[in-house]
């Protein structure tokens, strides 16, 4: 799935990103700590989280994520959007919850990362 | 704001082959961004050296985690990050609490990181197992009130 296609899935606007939206998406990783992400997450994942601290946008950055997804129709400060912008991060907000978001994109093709807690 | 500084030494032909790449932060007292800017600033030097997307990424991780420790569970401290051709050091020295017992603290899942922490996404208690995952040798020295020395290197072998 490209970023362009879970927009739509996720009914999202687009806070930052727009000329990168044909990146293809390949797994996603759900989570609120920052420490689990840069444990368990592949690069090259969808971040999905409602957080929305410039941490976020540093541990997207560490990790190489396609992008950032906010749940629950948040969205991050302005200098929080600029940086991720700095760093080629899109940054995308959806009003549904966690659990209906990761659901949605899940039933449409969505992996969930490889790098679990079992290996 | 605390830019990293950067020094390249090669003073005789000898080092020539051995260029050493030095990068250092403070870490001020409850200095947040120093370590997304930190880890950032690493990872764009070592991208640059041509190092394997691999190793950037430990290492980034590596320096945000450990500077991340300072900030929240230390005073105060230092961050150097030393690149020779063979391998990456990171030390972080701090000033603080110390670490009573540090087989406890490498434990997955273990933290003492307060309430307003975990609220910032903080607190997993995944930070030390990750440093120790994604380096090939790991030594933390700690004196109780005193504080933390912890130095990670990164072997770059053909295969990172
Ligand atoms: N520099 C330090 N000074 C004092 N105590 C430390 C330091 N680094 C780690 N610790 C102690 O070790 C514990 C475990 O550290 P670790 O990084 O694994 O988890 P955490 O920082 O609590 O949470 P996370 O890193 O997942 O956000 C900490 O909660 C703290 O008690
Ligand atoms: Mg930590």
Redesign the pocket.
Known sequence: MKLKDIIKVLDAEVLCGEHLLEREVETGFGCD???EMLAFANSHTLLITSLTNEHVIHTAEIMDAVGVVFVGGKRPAKEIIRKAELNNIPLLSTPFLMFKCCGLLFVNGLKGCMRDATQ | MYEGRYSMNRPDKESESKPQLKLEFKIGEKDFSVAGDAASKVKKTLQQLGLKPEAVRNIAIIVY?AV???I???NYGQLKVIIVPDKVVVLTE?T????PDIEL?MKEG????PLEIREMG????????NIKQCSHKLNIK?QVGVG?V?EAIVYLSSKN
């Open positions: 700590l920052m420490s | 985690e991340m420790n300072v929240i569970h230390a701090d603080g609490m110390g670490i603290a273990y933290s003492t990181a903080f607190g997993a208690g995944m930070g030390l197992p700690s933390t912890l």
